[in-house]
Nanobody, 118 residues
Framework: QVQLVESGGGLVQAGGSLRLSCAAS????????MGWYRQAPGKQRELVAA???????NYADFVKGRFTISRDNAKDTVYLQMNSLKPEDTAVYYCNYRTYASTVRDYWGQGTQVTVSS
């Protein structure tokens, strides 16, 4: 089973930056998508950004121009560079690994807290 280990969360002031990392282990699927979702208290989990093994990306409208997702296929690692952070970015950020076979299958990291103070 794929396992995901996240790092890089923390506390920053508004306007600051953080870089999240997520490393996948036991990954044997060459065709996959890795991404980041976030969940704030009282809200549903929402997509932040995702990137396929081929390099195509998707971003939520609220992070376009501020966040950049990238991946290193050789290391099975995905990164999320977050700039110009806002207090509303405060949430638990979850790494997602999605595989495609006969059915779509999702794997999740345990989450890392990002807190942006004003």
């Amino acid at each position: 089973q794929v396992q995901l280990v996240e790092s890089g969360g923390g506390l920053v002031q508004a306007g600051g930056s953080l870089r999240l990392s997520c490393a996948a282990s036991r990954s044997t699927f060459s065709i996959n998508t890795m991404g980041w979702y976030r969940q704030a208290p009282g809200k549903q989990r929402e997509l932040v950004a995702a990137i396929s093994s081929g390099g195509s990306t998707n971003y939520a409208d609220f992070v376009k121009g501020r966040f950049t997702i990238s991946r290193d296929n050789a290391k099975d690692t995905v990164y999320l560079q977050m700039n110009s952070l806002k207090p509303e970015d405060t949430a638990v950020y979850y790494c997602n690994y999605r595989t495609y076979a006969s059915t779509v299958r999702d794997y999740w990291g345990q989450g890392t807290q990002v807190t942006v103070s004003s």
